[in-house]
């Protein structure tokens, strides 16, 4: 009797522990997307220019690279519950602090904080969920807490354009505050207290080197406070630490990442195509809201509805993405695709005032129809052929690959723009306007550039394995 009465028991519980999760994850992906239809109002407030705000998005994307690598770790050392509250916290902090800040280094220190809590939500969340939930029941799962990643980007720029135009910019980040607590309470009841059996040791020299290289690769693609000669020394000495991090790695029993993960080709060759393809793909959602504002006169309100058609075509598309590549095969699904991505992300440069709201429309839908096969086609085939020893540990790399790409591609689109603008200028609209126009045309021909990687694929390879779904949530 006892027995069945837990069974009975065990069913709410898991639910509320799926729902807990799945709110975690809804509050990084909505966190994600909401600020960049708001930059333009951020910048008139703290007296920047529009354009030169990337800095808020890449602290946040770049810190939650950063403490991927070590959220396992964390977690096993730490237990789950308190990791994940800790990580709720932070968040919310982090927002308090974003809508306190009075100057662009404050907000972007103020989402160094809230990137550190958002970087634990989902990883923890779903090694909660490995250990709590049958090996038959996971996948069924994963798919459930995956709607939330779907959602927020979804609604983050319309209800961000909303709060900026009806109230104010630190609405975006207030909001956060009572979905913190509410989530702090359910972790402390539903959140189950797991901790690892054996406790590995972590390499802590070898994390220090990642990040090192990682930071400053960023900064020297953002090049914002650096000199000519500076940005090549940051540059420099970031890829010498990330070199020196595999050299090391390969003497080093333990290491975050073991470079046996690259004898296997898919994973190689997605997590480098990750890289490159998702700089240019990474920036839309920054340059885009910026466009619609800052050179075509649109509301923050209208700005953001206009971002709905990607996410609604990257929903849309999900359901033919394997049908495709059991047709096709992963190389000519992804060599087409990553051309068809740059292509699209390259016609936005023909953009202008008085053009037809259904061709914009158009483009839209199309970027997120093969934004969309690009990632599932991407993040399938990097993760295919992992075994079980390897899987966790090449899905973190994955992970941070992605959220480094994000980083990296906000940043080089930033510095891009700022490029141009010293060629056209940034006294009249018209003239930012082509700035713009050449950024899109840029990061497009970056993003088929990448297309050369993928052609490394084995054409044999055609279908997603059954038993591997597809890495949700960082698109």
């Not at 690259?262 to 997590?271: A, K, R």
């Not at 969309?372 to 973190?396: P, R, V, Y």
Request: proline share 6%; glycine share 10%.
């Amino acid at each position: 009797m006892t027995s069945e009465a837990e069974a009975a028991t065990a069913d709410p519980v898991r639910k509320s522990l799926l729902w807990l999760v799945a709110v975690g994850f809804f509050m990084q992906t909505l966190d994600a997307t909401i600020i960049n239809t708001a930059l333009p109002a951020m910048a008139a407030s703290l007296g920047e220019s529009p354009l030169r705000m990337q800095s808020v998005v890449v602290a946040y994307a770049l810190t939650m690279a950063m403490l991927i690598p070590a959220s396992g770790w964390i977690a096993d050392r730490f237990g789950t519950r308190r990791v994940f509250f800790s990580a709720i916290v932070l968040f919310a902090l982090g927002s308090v602090l974003c809508a306190l800040s009075h100057s662009l280094g404050q907000l972007v220190a103020a989402r160094v904080v809230q990137g550190l809590g958002g970087a634990l939500l989902l990883p923890v969340g779903r090694l909660s969920l490995l250990r709590t939930v049958p090996r038959g029941e996971f996948l069924q799962a994963m798919s459930f807490v995956a709607i939330p990643g779907l959602i927020g980007p979804l609604l983050g720029p319309t209800l961000g354009g909303w709060l900026v135009q009806y109230a104010s910019w630190h609405w975006i980040f207030l909001i956060n505050v009572p979905v913190g607590l509410a989530g702090c309470i359910a972790t402390l009841k539903y959140m189950p207290d797991l901790r690892g059996v054996t406790i590995k040791r972590f390499d802590s020299v070898g994390y220090a080197m990642l990040a090192f290289g990682m930071v400053a690769i960023s900064l020297a693609l953002d090049g914002v406070g650096l000199r000519q000669g500076g940005v090549l020394v940051v540059l420099i000495f970031g890829f010498a630490s990330i070199a020196g991090y595999w050299l090391r790695a390969s003497r080093t029993p333990e290491p975050l990442f073991a470079p046996s993960l690259f004898h296997v080709p898919t994973l190689s060759i997605g997590l480098i195509g990750n890289l490159f393809s998702r700089l240019g793909s990474s920036c839309m959602p920054f340059l885009v809201p910026l466009l619609l504002q800052v050179s075509m006169g649109y509301s923050p309100v209208h700005a953001g509805l206009m971002m709905l058609p990607i996410a609604l075509a990257g929903m849309a598309m999900k359901r033919f993405a394997t049908p495709l590549i059991r047709r096709n095969g992963y190389r000519k699904v992804l060599v087409v695709n990553t051309i068809l991505v740059g292509c699209t992300m390259a016609s936005f440069g023909l953009t202008a005032p008085g053009q037809p709201m259904a061709l914009h429309v158009l483009q839209l839908l199309a970027f997120g129809a093969v934004n969309s096969l690009q990632f599932t086609a991407m993040n399938t085939i990097t993760l295919k052929d992992m075994d079980g020893s390897m899987a966790s540990s090449g899905n973190s790399l994955l992970s941070m690959v992605q959220m480094l790409a994000m980083s990296m591609g906000v940043a080089a689109a930033g510095a891009v723009l700022a490029g141009y603008n010293g060629v056209f200028g940034t006294d009249t609209p018209a003239h930012t306007l082509d700035a713009f126009q050449a950024t899109f045309a840029t990061m497009g021909l970056i993003t088929i550039a990448s297309a050369l990687i993928f052609w490394h694929l084995p054409s044999e390879v055609r279908a997603p394995h059954p038993a591997q779904p597809e890495v949700s949530g960082q698109g």
